[in-house]
């Protein structure tokens, strides 16, 4: 997980420049992590060029309680899970969720620059996981 990429080839931009501060603001004032909300996560997956990405993706609430929503340029050639509130740590407290099966808009046509680039989204059915539906365990 640690070598994936963004499958658009950008770069965080953000986080690499440190914020600098505006007059007025009291400078000893420090962020503090959220914890992040555990509906949100991380999808995971080897691209066409079997090299590893990485996307974010939201729970979905859906009858099945297994669905999620990601962009259409997300959707992975192979070996695709998706991670709820996913931390660098080794532990992944809500589980690994493989992906089941994806659905896409059939007129989406990837960084063709046309208005149907502009329906990129997508939504992928997990499988379970120890029994469990993933809006089971994290919401959605």
Known sequence: ???ATDPSGRTPTGIQTPLKPRPGLATEDKAH?????KS??????LG??????????????SPGRNLILTAGHCRFHKNVAFVPN???SAVQPYGIWPVKTWFIYGQYRQNDKTAVSDLDFAFAGLQPLKGKNVQ???GG
């Open 1 to 3: 997980m640690a070598s």
């Open 33 to 37: 992590p959220s914890g992040g909300m």
């Open 40 to 45: 949100v996560g991380t999808l995971f997956g």
């Open 48 to 61: 066409q060029d079997l090299k590893a990405h990485y996307c974010t993706a939201s729970v979905v609430r």
């Open 86 to 88: 996913y931390s660098s």
């Open 136 to 138: 089971d365990v994290v």
